[in-house]
């Protein structure tokens, strides 16, 4: 009998540990929960959060115009996408859909619309297949401006105007371009 009595009472304490490490878990989740919703559900670091600047660097698109933080005066679409990147490739018919519609995530119209293809071994290929739609920055320009808008991961596409980047989406999302339209 007394063995039985102890197992029970192992038991029960078993189960009351086990109550208090799932109530502390729910507990955990809700938290997090909360800091997600405070987050407009937008969870993504690929890249320079909403209202950053961008920061100095000069390239050289394929059109042969010069690009810098000056240069965006007009709302400008920019889309960061790596060659052999699945998600890019997912992306791209909506970017460029995005580029025929010309319309940034406010609603207004964007005027002007540039892809940025890092280096890769197919980047020739890849940007090829961009420069007939779209003026492309690829190669070591592009590193230089991936790391002067915080990019830390692929497909990302944003909307900059004079003041900085004013809406932006990156590799975390699940449909990306649904937040830029």
């Known amino acids: 009998m007394p063995f039985l009595t102890a197992a029970v009472v192992l038991v029960g304490v078993l189960c009351l540990i ?15 929960a909360a800091l997600l919703a405070s987050r407009n559900g937008v969870v993504d670091d690929s890249m320079a959060p909403v ?11 394929s059109d042969g115009t010069a690009v810098d933080p000056t240069s965006f005066a007009v709302p400008t679409l920019v889309g960061f996408f790596a060659p052999g990147c699945p998600a890019c490739e997912e992306l791209l018919p909506a970017f460029l859909a ?18 940025v293809v890092t280096e890769g071994q197919t980047a020739p290929d890849y940007a090829a297949r961009l420069s007939g739609s779209v003026p492309v920055v690829g190669g070591e320009q592009a590193q230089r401006m991936a790391a002067a808008f915080g990019v830390r991961g692929y497909p990302c596409v944003c909307v900059v105007d004079p003041g900085g980047v004013i809406a932006a989406v990156g590799t975390r999302l699940v449909s990306p371009l649904r937040v830029l339209v």
């Open 18 to 32: 086990n109550l208090l490490v799932s109530y502390g878990v729910i507990r955990r989740l809700r938290e997090h």
């Open 51 to 61: 209202g950053s600047t961008v920061a100095g660097f000069a390239a050289i698109a």
């Open 98 to 115: 995005i580029h025929a519609t010309g319309v940034d995530a406010d609603g207004r119209k964007v005027q002007r619309v540039l892809a």
